[in-house]
């Protein structure tokens, strides 16, 4: 069965460092990853995704994140975290490796930057 | 403006009732997912329709229900046969994204609360 890791449960920086969020993918064929953002009382709102092409995928608010076929890898990343990006991330892999429909999430990951 | 809402923000069940949580959506979306949300659980998929009058099982669909009867509305049933219901339930809906690519948008949640 398709699964979702991230590796972190509550990670905690100073505003302005650098942001790396793990995540793994257990699947061997064609998949569609994804990160998605929930905000303090907001929707979960998706912050990038890969289909196909360039393995660095750029994202909304400076985000972004690099597939690694051979290591089943979707790291997200930030050079440089704002206390605006306090929230909780999920990776997340399309089912089947087709449309963002059947989505599998990892249990995600909080981020509380210091100000 | 176009979008997935929820109501109620907030539900209160008491022991061996079924409740209702309501999901309308006005982006003419074919595909409709009702998720689960508990912390460190991540979001786990209950059920799904791809299409009017169809509805799949997602992971955790013991002791919920569902129908889809009309597009634009797909409610999720919390019997009392669930005997874990208090969560953050979250619907989303599958449509056109950017440069044509689908993309799941999700509603503000439910939160419901066993008495």
């Known amino acids: 069965a398709q699964s979702v890791s991230q590796h972190n449960h509550h990670v905690i920086l100073s505003e302005a460092a650098s942001l790396e969020l793990g995540c793994n993918y257990s699947y061997g064929g064609t998949v569609n990853l994804f990160w998605y953002v929930q905000y303090p009382g907001q929707h979960l709102q998706l912050l990038l995704k890969?289909?196909?092409?360039?393995?660095l995928v750029k994202g909304i608010k400076g985000f972004e994140a690099e597939f690694i076929k051979s290591k089943f890898s979707f790291n997200l990343r930030k050079p440089s975290v704002q206390w605006s990006d306090t929230a909780e991330y999920f990776c997340?892999?399309?089912?089947?490796?087709?449309?963002?429909?059947?989505?599998?999430f990892g249990k995600g990951t909080k981020l509380s930057v210091k100000p | 403006d176009g979008g997935i809402t929820q109501s109620p923000k907030y539900l209160f069940r008491k022991e061996g009732q079924n409740v209702t949580l309501s999901c309308e959506q006005n982006?003419?979306?074919?595909?409709m997912y009702w998720y689960r949300q508990d912390p460190g659980q991540g979001l786990r998929l209950i059920y799904y329709?791809?299409?009017?009058?169809?509805?799949q099982k997602g992971d955790i669909a013991e002791g919920y229900s569902v129908s889809r009867e009309k597009k634009e509305s797909f409610p999720l049933t919390v019997t009392s046969a669930q005997k874990n219901p208090t969560a953050f339930y979250l619907c989303a809906s599958t449509g056109p994204g950017l440069a044509g690519l689908e993309t799941q948008y999700f509603g503000p949640g439910t939160r419901l609360l066993v008495l």
């Open positions: 890969y289909f196909s092409g360039d393995p």
């Open positions: 982006l003419n979306h074919d595909a």
């Open positions: 329709s791809q299409i009017v009058n169809d509805f």
């Open positions: 997340a892999v399309s089912r089947y490796g087709g449309s963002q429909g059947n989505l599998i």
